[in-house]
Nanobody
Framework: EVQLVESGGGLVQAGGSLRLSCTAS????????IAWFRQAPGKERERVLC????????WYLGSVKGRFTISRDNAKNTVSLLIDSLKPEDTAVYYC????????????????WGRGTQVTVSS
């Protein structure tokens, strides 16, 4: 069965780093684009990064570029999100989701979602 499972969230201090993982099962990760979304308290969910299935294309939300790095390990069927220099504004539930094509912007085009992992950044 297709599943995406996020892990790695937690409570960290501002300025610290955190690595989130999105582990896929039931499908080959290299056949799909994976995006990370986040939803902060009281705010709408936003797409923050995505990575293509096979050719290495990436996209970053401007506000996270330079601090967030997305990567994939197809052998482990895992997409990772490394967050550096964490800010309190990064506090959110982080979700990974898959799409058949890279770069789609509409949430409904992502057919499978993980349940999310909470990142809380203290000041």
């Amino acid at each position: 069965e297709v599943q995406l499972v996020e892990s790695g969230g937690g409570l960290v201090q501002a300025g610290g780093s955190l690595r989130l993982s999105c582990t896929a099962s039931g499908f080959s990760l290299d056949d799909y684009a994976i995006a990370w979304f986040r939803q902060a308290p009281g705010k709408e969910r936003e797409r923050v990064l995505c990575i293509s299935g096979s050719d290495g294309r990436t996209w970053y939300l401007g506000s996270v570029k330079g601090r967030f790095t997305i990567s994939r390990d197809n052998a482990k069927n895992t997409v990772s999100l490394l967050i550096d220099s964490l800010k309190p504004e990064d506090t959110a539930v982080y979700y990974c989701a898959r799409s058949k094509w890279f770069g789609v912007t509409i949430e409904s085009e992502y057919d499978y979602w993980g349940r999310g992992t909470q990142v809380t950044v203290s000041s």
